[in-house]
Structures are given as C-alpha cells and as structure tokens.
C-alpha cells in the first residue's frame, strides 16, 4: 500500500544513533506519521563498553579499514551495544514493546566516502529486530550514495517537521563532531555539512587534558585564536564548493596538526574559532540571510562556540530548546522519524539535501520474524 491510498497514521518509533564522536548510543521515542511530529519522546544516552569504544577509535586511525575488512567481530560487539541500549530505554521508559512500531537504527558510521558511493555504518538491524521483537529499519544512507547523492546530512526533513510553525527562513545547525545546517523557507529546505564541529576540540582535549571534550568551552574562552591559522583552514576549497556536499570525521586532521605546537589555550581557542568561521560560512550557500539559527548538537553547549557564532551572525542564536526541541535526542528522534517515513514509502533525501537525482525513498526493514 502506498501512503497516497490512505492517510498515513502517527506511530512511536524508537531512533537510534552513535554519533561520530562516540561517546555513546543516544535512544529516543517520537511519535509521527512521518510527514508531522505528534510528539518528541524522551531520550536518554547509553555507553558503549570500554573496549568497544577503544576498538572503534582505533580504526579512525586506519579508517580504510573500513572499507576493505568486514569489522565482523567489530560490528557484532556495536550491535550488542545498540541493542542493549534499547533494551534498556525500554525498561527505564517502561514502554510497552508492543506500542512501538518500529526501531531506526543508524549505527556507527566508521566511513563515509560519497565520492566513491561508499558509505558504512556499523549495526546489524535484522539482529536487532530478532533480539527486541521489533521491525527494524537500517542502511539509512545507503540507496542515498548509490544513486550518487551524498548521503548526508540525513536531518533535514525532521527539521522541517518540527520547524513547521516558526518564522522563516530558520537555519537549524547541529554541531555534533561534523557540523551542519539545514535552511528551511516555507516548503523550501537545502542541507550540508558545513566543517568541524565539536571533533578536532574533542580529540585535541583529550590530547592535551585527557578530557572528553571542553566543557562549556571554558579552555577556549581563555586562550586567543590565532587568526592566521583559521584563515588558512577557511582556505580549504571545501568551503567554496556549492552544496550538496558532506564530510567524513577526519577530513580536516590537518588543522589539529597545525595547532599542535600551541600552548593549549590557544590551540582550542583556535580550533573553536575554526569551527565558528566554517559554521558561518554556510550564508554563502543559502538564498536568503536567516532570520534565526538553532543550535543542536553537544556543541551548542559550548559557550566559545555560542559566543562566537552571535558575533558573526547578528542574528539570534539560540539553542534548540528555545523552540522546546530536545537538543540532545534530536538526531536519535530523526531516525525514527525516518523509519517511519521508510515504512510509509516516502522520500528520506532530496535533490536539495544530498544531491540525489530525485526524492530518495531509503532505509531497508528487517522485521522481528525474519
């Protein structure tokens, strides 16, 4: 049955995502019919094992890895950690496994060269729908980048769901370890990766500090940017190439290699100021100015990276739960809303997201008897 045959009804849907900064599984509830949003749910964030997460930082250093060896073992050890992590959302929600109609689980992306129509997120979901007795959707991005589409960002039609009654043109920015924006006006939405986010803070910290990442942006807010070395970053023809285009995490590790003989202070001053300057940069590909930007993300924790952001845009910047978003689960929300929109038939990608030739309908399902 197609969904122009009868109207579609809203489900609940779990999403479930690790980011590429890996610091653990975020799990959320929505309930939607895949065109609207009845209801964000409540989300909660689970840790990966130790040695799991050990094993998946190990091959950022050889990420080709990842496309020439299976990662068997690697991916049963990322799917357990999925599945347990929902199994525990579950219980800590007490949900009724019966209410919810299907889980969107996007893995861990270890990979992702559009360029070469390769992308790969570690996760099993016809385990997972095995294990949890739920119809799983997976593989998000992959029809995406096969048909030649850029396979991120993924976010943009939940964005435009949720943004439904603000003021337009709104630019939502998520600063997780890659950044990106979606632009939303009216009907109109376009989308990209913009640069570094929170990744080359967090590994520089860990470095430096052996600390996750900078808490409030407290180091950077101490130091001076070095202003020389961000305008040559911004050099990067990344910048200057019209959307669609998308990033792997470790496509700007040159820059934390320029930075490694500063004093610590100024090196995350400059690395936050990167990621402000690669962020603003995205006006450039945008039709119209904002009249707003909303930020999601762990970054929009960071204060060094708030400040700088309102003094280069002149406009207010605000984090998403200004609009009552959970800035937290959003992505973990999306990709259920995404399953949802895979069980409905209905596009996860456009032309003016990704640069697929045509509306992308996506994700496969794998259901809980197979």
Not at 16 to 28: F, H, K, L
Not at 224 to 234: K, N, P, Q, T, Y
Not at 329 to 347: H, I, M, N, T
């Given at each position: 049955m197609t969904p122009k045959e009868e109207p579609a009804r809203s489900r609940l849907a779990i999403g479930?995502?690790?980011?590429?900064?890996?610091?653990?599984?975020?799990?959320?509830l929505v309930e939607t019919d895949g065109e609207g949003v009845a209801r964000q749910g409540p989300g909660a964030t689970y840790a990966y094992p130790a040695a799991t997460r050990e094993s998946l930082l190990r091959l950022l250093s050889n990420p080709e890895a990842a496309e020439l060896d299976p990662l068997r073992e690697l991916e049963a050890d990322v799917t357990e950690a999925h599945a347990e992590a929902i199994e525990k959302f579950i219980a800590d929600f007490a949900l009724e496994p019966r209410e919810v109609a299907v889980v969107g689980l996007h893995g861990q992306t270890v990979l992702h060269r559009p360029e070469r129509r390769f992308t790969r997120q570690l996760g099993d979901p016809a385990a997972v729908a095995r294990r949890l007795g739920i119809g799983t959707v997976g593989h998000f991005r992959h029809a995406d980048v096969a048909a030649g589409g850029q396979g991120a960002p993924f976010a943009p039609l939940y964005h435009r769901a949720l943004a439904s009654g603000l003021e337009h043109p709104v630019m939502v920015l998520n600063l997780g370890g890659v950044g990106n924006v979606t632009y939303i006006d009216g009907e109109f939405v376009t989308a990209f990766d913009t640069g570094p986010a929170s990744a080359l803070l967090d590994d520089f910290m860990a470095a430096r500090r052996g600390v996750a990442f900078d808490k409030d942006g407290a180091l950077a807010a101490e130091g001076?940017?070095?202003?020389?070395?961000?305008?040559?970053?911004?050099a990067n023809p990344f910048f200057a190439r019209k959307p669609p285009k998308s990033l792997d995490r470790n496509d700007f590790h040159g820059a934390a290699r320029s930075v490694e003989g500063l004093p610590d202070a100024e090196g995350a001053a400059t690395l936050a100021a990167f990621t402000v300057a690669a962020s603003a940069a995205a006006?450039?590909?945008?039709?119209?100015?904002?009249?707003r930007w909303l930020v999601c993300g762990g970054g929009r924790l960071n204060q060094s990276f708030m400040r700088g952001l309102r003094e280069a845009l002149g406009v207010p910047v605000d984090p998403v739960e200004a609009v009552g978003w959970n800035g937290d689960?959003?992505?973990?929300?999306?990709?259920?809303?995404?399953?949802?929109?895979?069980?409905?038939?209905?596009?996860l990608s456009l032309p003016a997201t990704t640069g697929v030739p045509h509306p992308m309908p996506g994700g496969e399902l794998y259901r809980a008897s197979a």
């Open positions: 479930a995502i690790s980011g590429t900064s890996m610091d653990g599984i975020d799990v959320a001076e940017a070095r202003r020389d070395l961000v305008d040559a970053f911004m006006l450039d590909h945008v039709p119209r100015p904002p009249k689960y959003l992505e973990a929300q999306c990709f259920g809303f995404l399953a949802v929109r895979a069980l409905e038939g209905l596009p």
